[in-house]
């Protein structure tokens, strides 16, 4: 039977001969911004129907080559995912919740009718890349080498049925914040004109296509002043979703948190899942629920809702201080970040850069 327990697949390590000299790579993890440099190495699986996963390896960081019929070219059968290695006082370095990527990898390549790669050869994909590029994982408060695992069909065809090869790469980019502003309050563009996802859309799925849609009500946040846009149910233009790329969380007056339920159309955030999580063991309330656009811009006015942050792997825990829309502004961007949202976030990266104990056993030792 072809669904038993596959065994782990093997890598073959080729370094690179042309290691980013010291000196360049100091001045780079002094000030790594967000996704911009990448580091010397990238992990390479390939994938055939007749095959399965093989041919698993690390080697130097390169381009691809792809035949212009390339099949994600046209059709956009892509997915990927992204979670930070952390550097430890010790200067060990750890991933956080790298087996709920995995799976997450898994759902969305089910919704793109790609293949599944194994968790295990996941978390091992991982390993293998931070070994190779450990001296890339800066040690400054608050950086980390952000990991972009991604997977495209690459079969040479042109007619529309999901593709029969595919290719899994991992590459890695040193972090600071994600935003510019680092960690201060963040103003965010109400979009009524566009919709991020449909109802059985892939919403829920982290697919490059999702973000192609966004980048145009992205434009216009930009445009208003706004860091991020926040997209809104696509059959009502009522009920809030996410952002651009973050979960959202609103704090109420009695210190409830309430952050929108999981309708198939929004990305099931890890560190959605992680803040939920860690309220939910000091006490407070956590409700997941619709949440209307109105019931945020009045409750920032009338002071019910005193808190709003953004949450996702590159953005950890931003507060949000102002929402903006056609027809309205509430909240105050100069307004300090909310009390909870930043003792939420010192808890989480606690955890994740080693200052607190581990106690879900959410960290897997990379290197
Ligand atoms: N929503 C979107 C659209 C995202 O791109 C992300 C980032 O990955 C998130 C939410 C947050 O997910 P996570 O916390 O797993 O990074
Ligand atoms: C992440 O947080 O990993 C994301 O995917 C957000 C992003 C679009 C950079």
Redo the contacts with the bound molecule.
């Keep these: 039977m072809s669904m038993t327990a596959s065994k782990p697949i093997d890598f073959q390590i080729t370094h690179t001969s042309h290691a980013t000299a010291p000196e360049k790579l100091a001045r780079i993890l002094a000030n790594p911004g967000?996704?911009v440099h990448f580091t010397d190495h990238m992990v390479t699986i390939d994938w055939t129907v007749e095959k399965g996963w093989y041919d698993a390896r690390v080697t130097p960081y390169g381009p691809l080559s792809l035949d212009p019929a390339a099949s994600v070219l046209h059709y956009a059968q892509e997915i990927?995912?992204?979670?930070k290695a952390y550097r430890h006082a010790d200067g060990s370095v750890w991933g956080f919740r790298v087996e709920s990527n995995a799976r997450r990898m898994q759902r969305s390549a089910h919704r793109l009718a790609l293949p599944e790669l194994p968790a295990a050869d996941f978390v091992e994909s991982i390993k293998h890349f931070v070994q190779a590029d450990v001296a890339w994982v800066p040690s400054a408060p608050e950086t980390s080498l952000?990991l972009?695992p991604f997977m495209i069909s690459n079969e040479n065809f042109l007619g529309v049925r999901a593709a029969k090869k595919a290719v899994y790469f991992v590459i890695g980019s040193p972090a600071g914040a994600?935003f510019s502003q680092g960690v201060a309050p963040v103003a965010i563009w109400v979009t009524q004109d566009f919709a991020r996802a449909a109802y059985g859309g892939t919403g829920a799925a982290?697919c490059g296509g999702n973000?192609a849609a966004s980048l145009l009500p992205q434009q216009e946040a930009s445009a208003q002043g706004c860091s991020q846009v926040l997209f809104l149910d696509s059959q009502e233009n009522k009920y809030i979703e996410e952002l651009?790329?973050?979960n959202v969380f609103l704090v109420t007056r009695d210190h409830t948190l309430i952050t929108p339920e999981l309708t198939g159309s929004i990305l099931e955030g890890i560190?959605r899942d992680s803040i939920i999580a860690l309220a939910k063991e000091r006490g407070l309330k956590v409700i997941e629920r619709k949440i209307s656009i109105d019931e945020w811009r009045d409750g920032f006015a009338s002071g019910d809702i005193t808190e709003a942050f953004a949450c996702?792997?590159?953005?950890v825990v931003t507060p949000i201080g102002a929402l903006k829309g056609r027809d309205f502004t509430a909240g105050d961007i100069n307004k300090p970040a909310g009390e909870l949202t930043m003792s939420l976030r010192q808890a989480l990266t606690d955890i994740q850069y080693g200052r607190a104990p581990d106690s879900h056993g959410w960290l897997t030792r990379l290197a």
């Design positions: 967000f996704g990927f995912e992204g979670l952000y972009r994600y982290k973000y651009g790329g973050m560190t996702g792997t590159a953005a």
